[in-house]
């Protein structure tokens, strides 16, 4: 077993206990599969784990095959995992097995105090247009203006870009396709994708840096929903997590786990892999996540 208590103390400071955590084994299985006729050298699979996120510890990792677990940008934890050569019809399948403790956690009980400089390059950074964050579009600049003037700060602000975003997209389940906050105010509808991408433009029409975050919420059974959320940078608030799907400002409940934080970007797949063969030869990427709750005894 490889325990990564030693990189978080190294990496990221100290929080305070969980309270009344809920325990949850993670474990996901990939498929790279060579579908093609010719073979596959010099694989290399990023694989996003998870991410730092103040309502969950994750107190031990195994990789099989062994593999580097290593931060990348935006405090993103991920596997570098070298893999075989895949001659046609081959595959490769490795797994991660995560033991973690999640609780409920509210980010508006204490205040943060940001130094300046950092708050300056944090506006600078996450308040840029970027694909599915139409920030120019006329529509979003309309609805941001509207918001604006029931507003009397950033925090009210973000609230109120909350209500507009649950009030104008009809909240549907899973769509098959990213559709971008452009298409969302347009539509009217969408799945928690469209009303993260909407947030984020419409805080971001107005220079409050605001960023995405996907993972699952686990409701109990061993296969856990894809979901996606926001945070936002508040005065005095710091970072706080909103998801306007599920109609909850600045908490997260013990059934959120955190894996990919995207705001230098606009997308990030949780598998990225990189190879050596024809760029017309086929590859498949699967993965598959359960969950389960752990008990005394359970490993």
Same mark, same amino acid.
């Given at each position: ?13 100290? $929080? ?47 990789? #099989? ?12 934890? =991920? ?12 595959? #490769?399948?490795?797994?991660?097995? *995560? ?43 309309? #609805? ?20 507009? =975003? ?11 396709? $990213? ?5 969302? =105010? ?37 296969? /856990? ?8 940078? *508040? ?21 959120? #786990? ?23 030869? /086929? ?17």
């Amino acid at each position: 077993m490889t325990t990564i208590k030693s990189i978080r103390r190294a990496l990221w400071p100290a $929080r305070r206990p969980l309270v009344s955590p809920l325990r949850l084994r993670i474990e996901m299985q990939a498929q790279i599969q060579n579908r093609g006729s010719s073979k596959i050298r010099d694989g290399k699979m990023i694989w996003y784990l998870f991410t730092d996120m103040a309502n969950q510890f994750v107190g031990s990792i195994d990789v #099989f095959p062994p593999a580097r677990v290593l931060e990348k940008a935006e405090r993103n934890m =991920v596997a570098m995992i070298k893999v075989p050569t895949l001659h046609p019809g081959e595959s #490769f399948s490795p797994t991660v097995v *995560l033991r973690i403790d999640t609780t409920t956690r509210d980010w508006l009980i204490e205040p943060v105090d940001t130094p300046e400089p950092i708050k300056r390059s944090i506006v600078g950074t996450y308040t840029r247009m970027h694909k599915y964050w139409e920030t120019e579009d006329p529509l979003i600049q309309k #609805f941001s203006e509207k918001v604006a003037e029931r507003s009397s700060n950033d925090e009210t602000y973000a609230r109120a870009a909350m209500a507009v =975003v649950r009030e104008s997209v009809k909240l549907k389940t899973h769509l098959d396709e $990213r559709r971008g906050a452009a298409r969302a =105010v347009r539509e009217r509808e969408g799945d928690c994708d469209e009303h993260a991408d909407l947030f984020i433009a419409l805080t971001r029409a107005v220079r409050i840096p605001s960023r995405r975050v996907v993972g699952h919420y686990f409701r109990g059974g061993p296969e /856990p929903e894809p979901h996606a959320w926001c945070e936002v940078f *508040l005065e005095q608030r710091g970072w706080v997590p909103v998801d306007p799907a599920l109609n909850r400002f600045g908490v997260l409940t013990e059934n959120y #786990f955190s894996r990919i934080r995207q705001g230098l970007e606009s997308e990030r797949p949780t598998i990225q892999f990189k190879y050596n063969g024809t760029s017309s030869t /086929p590859v498949t990427i699967e993965e598959e996540v359960r969950m389960s709750i752990l008990t005394n005894g359970d490993k």
